[in-house]
């Protein structure tokens, strides 16, 4: 059955100091892996699709990477306005093109 | 471009009551999408069309749960009669062909 587990639950930072969240996916056979931004109240706002592994994409603090088996969204530096829920979502080869999603990591940054 | 519009943005009701969200999809989008997310959780795909066709229904209860797309643009889902544990965020999304999905707001759906 495909799968897909975020960690940590909830992480907060403080304004500046880098973390990673984690996405590890099963899956039989990867045609995309999503990353997602959600703000209360709003659906998902899309951030980044990766398609194999080795591949990188970046855009402003955000930096997401995928290996064989999970995904990792670097934020460098992150201010008070990157507070939000992040998700991680899978997409296989044989499927619908639904995508399954994780739980999701609600980050907090403090100023 | 205009996004995916959902309606309405709250609704609150009593359990065996029916209840129905409505979606428009963004111009031209082939593929429209409905999920459930319960507070806490990501979200999960109820119902997929690709036009006004259905691709993929197997997680819609269908004992309670209906959707329609007519004309292959707006759609609805029904709820009835609602249970305790249809109370969530229903969350409508589009895409032009099968990526590059476009979520809306949402209706969050509470059963008392």
């Known amino acids: 059955e495909d799968q897909v587990t975020q960690s940590p639950e909830a992480l907060r930072l403080q304004e500046g100091e880098s973390s990673s969240l984690n996405c590890s996916y099963t899956?039989?056979?990867?045609?995309?892996l999503f990353w997602y931004r959600q703000d209360p109240g709003k659906g998902p706002e899309f951030l980044f699709t990766l398609y194999s592994a080795g591949e990188e994409k970046e855009k402003e603090r955000l930096k997401a990477t995928l290996t064989k088996k999970e995904s990792f969204l670097h934020i460098t530096a992150p201010k008070p306005e990157d507070s939000a829920t992040y998700l991680c979502?899978?997409?296989?080869?044989?499927?619908?093109?639904?995508?399954?999603f994780g739980s999701g990591t609600r980050l907090l940054v403090r100023p | 471009e205009a996004g995916v519009a959902q309606s309405p943005r709250y609704k609150i009701i009593e359990k065996r009551q029916s209840v129905a969200f409505w979606c428009n999809p963004i111009?031209?989008?082939?593929?429209l999408y409905w999920y459930q997310q319960i507070l806490g959780q990501g979200p999960k795909l109820l119902i997929q069309f690709q036009n006004n066709g259905v691709v993929d229904d197997s997680q819609l209860p269908k004992d309670r749960f209906s959707a329609e797309r007519l004309k292959g643009v707006d759609s609805t889902l029904k709820i009835q009669p609602a249970k305790l544990e249809d109370s969530a965020v229903y969350l409508c999304a589009s895409s032009p062909a099968n990526y590059g999905y476009t979520f809306g707001s949402g209706t969050r759906l509470t059963v008392v």
């Open positions: 899956v039989s056979g990867l045609r995309g």
């Open positions: 111009s031209g989008h082939a593929t």
């Open positions: 979502a899978v997409q296989a080869e044989d499927s619908s093109y639904k995508l399954i």
